[in-house]
C-alpha cells in the first residue's frame, strides 16, 4: 500500500544538537513537504521539494534544512535545535497541481 | 497571499445530530481548490473531501458534504449523523496561484461528539 512513512516517531535531543527526521513515500508523487504542527497555528510549512536534488523554501524556514535524495525520500536537518523547534513535524507527498495531499503519521520531537 | 481562517476553535455536540464547521478563505485566483483533513487522536491526519472553485455543485463523500459559497468566499464541512468517531481536529485548507503545489491550512476546529 502506497504511504509516507517517517522516522523516527519520537525523537528528545539537547539545545544545540543535531537532528535529521526522514521521511519515504512509495506513492510516486513528484511533491514532497516537511510541515510543522503547533498549538494554535495548525500546519505551517518548513520546505518542500518537486524532485530528487530540488529544494523549496516554505513559509517557516529558519533554522531548517532539507534534502530531497531521491524520489522517494526526503529529510529534516536541524543542526542546532533549539526549544522553539519542539514541535509535530509531518512529512508528507502529493501528485501537485490541484491533488490531496497524503501525510505521514508525525515525528514528535522535543528539545530540551 | 493565501489565507485560511477558521475561527471555531472548538464545537460540541451530540451523537447522531449535524454538525457545520465554517472556513473562510483568501484568494485573487479565480481558480482554486479547497480540502477538509482530520486529526484523530493518535495524530493521523486523513483527507477527507474536497472542492474545487470551477464546480458548482457541492461535493459530499459518505456522510461528509460541503457548503460551498463562492461569493462570500466560504468552505463549510458538514457531518450528519455525527458518530463518536467523528470527534477529531478538522483543517480546513486551500491550494491557489501563485502556488498550486502549496497547501496552506487553517488553524483547525476541535470537534466533540458527545454520547
Known amino acids: 500500500e502506497a504511504a509516507v512513512t517517517q522516522s523516527p516517531r519520537n525523537k528528545v535531543t539537547v539545545t544545540g544538537g543535531n537532528v535529521t527526521l526522514s521521511c519515504r513515500q512509495t506513492n510516486s508523487h513528484n511533491y514532497m513537504y516537511w510541515y510543522r504542527q503547533d498549538t494554535g497555528h495548525g500546519l505551517r510549512l518548513i520546505h518542500y521539494s518537486y524532485g530528487a536534488g530540488n529544494l523549496q523554501i516554505g513559509d517557516v524556514p529558519d533554522g531548517y534544512k532539507a534534502t530531497r535524495t531521491t524520489q522517494e525520500d526526503f529529510f529534516l536537518l536541524l543542526e542546532l535545535a533549539s526549544p522553539s523547534q519542539t514541535s509535530l513535524y509531518f512529512c508528507?507527498?502529493?501528485?501537485?497541481?490541484?491533488?490531496?495531499?497524503?501525510f505521514g503519521k508525525g515525528t514528535r520531537l522535543t528539545v530540551v | 497571499a493565501q489565507k485560511v481562517t477558521q475561527t471555531q476553535t472548538s464545537i460540541s455536540v451530540m451523537e447522531k445530530t449535524t454538525v457545520t464547521m465554517d472556513c473562510v478563505y483568501e484568494?485573487?485566483?479565480?481558480?482554486?481548490?479547497l480540502f477538509w483533513y482530520k486529526q484523530t487522536a493518535s495524530g493521523e491526519i486523513v483527507f477527507l473531501i474536497r472542492?474545487?472553485?470551477?464546480?458548482?455543485e457541492n461535493a459530499t463523500v459518505g456522510h461528509y458534504s460541503l457548503n460551498f459559497q463562492k461569493p462570500k468566499s466560504s468552505i463549510g464541512l458538514i457531518i450528519t449523523a455525527t458518530q463518536i468517531e467523528d470527534s477529531a481536529v478538522y483543517f480546513c485548507a486551500m491550494r491557489a496561484m501563485p502556488n498550486y503545489n502549496v497547501l496552506y491550512f487553517g488553524s483547525g476546529t476541535k470537534l466533540t461528539v458527545e454520547p
Open positions: 484568494t485573487q485566483d479565480s481558480s482554486y481548490f
Open positions: 508528507a507527498s502529493s501528485p501537485g497541481g490541484g491533488a490531496e495531499v497524503f
Open positions: 472542492q474545487d472553485s470551477y464546480k458548482k
